[in-house]
């Protein structure tokens, strides 16, 4: 199955020179329909003027970031040397904690 996420340029840069190989999201419904072996595409943020495909290869859910940042390494995000409250801060300039209390939070492993 295919699906469609946007991502912003320099986390979109970071999957295709393979450093970024594990993608944050909440875990909403949109999210809860992927399955390993299924393909994402995607889309460049904010020019939409180039996407890239990868296969989700491991799913794991966490109640919170926080659990999520505690348990994988840092490097898979490409965020080698952060603190966890700079990983934590910048997840929520995306997500809120109130979306992330709803839904929970997903750790997607990717292959570009």
């Known amino acids: ?3 469609q996420m946007g991502l912003y340029g320099e986390y979109f840069n970071a999957i295709k020179e393979g450093k970024k ?3 944050v999201r909440l875990n909403d419904e949109k999210r809860r329909k992927i399955r390993v072996g299924d393909t994402i595409e995607f ?3 904010p020019e939409q003027n180039d996407t ?3 296969q989700v ?3 794991r859910t966490y109640d919170t970031f926080q659990a999520m940042f505690e348990d994988i390494p840092f490097e898979e995000f490409d965020c ?3 603190t966890i409250k700079a990983m934590i801060d910048g997840t929520y300039e995306i ?5 992330e209390k709803e839904w929970g939070t997903l750790a997607i492993t990717i292959k570009y």
Do not use: S
């Open 1 to 3: 199955m295919l699906h």
């Open 80 to 82: 080698k040397g952060w």
């Open 95 to 99: 997500y809120t904690p109130k979306q």
């Open 52 to 54: 890239l495909q990868v």
């Open 43 to 45: 889309i460049k943020l």
């Open 57 to 59: 290869t491991d799913l």
């Open 21 to 23: 190989k594990v993608e």
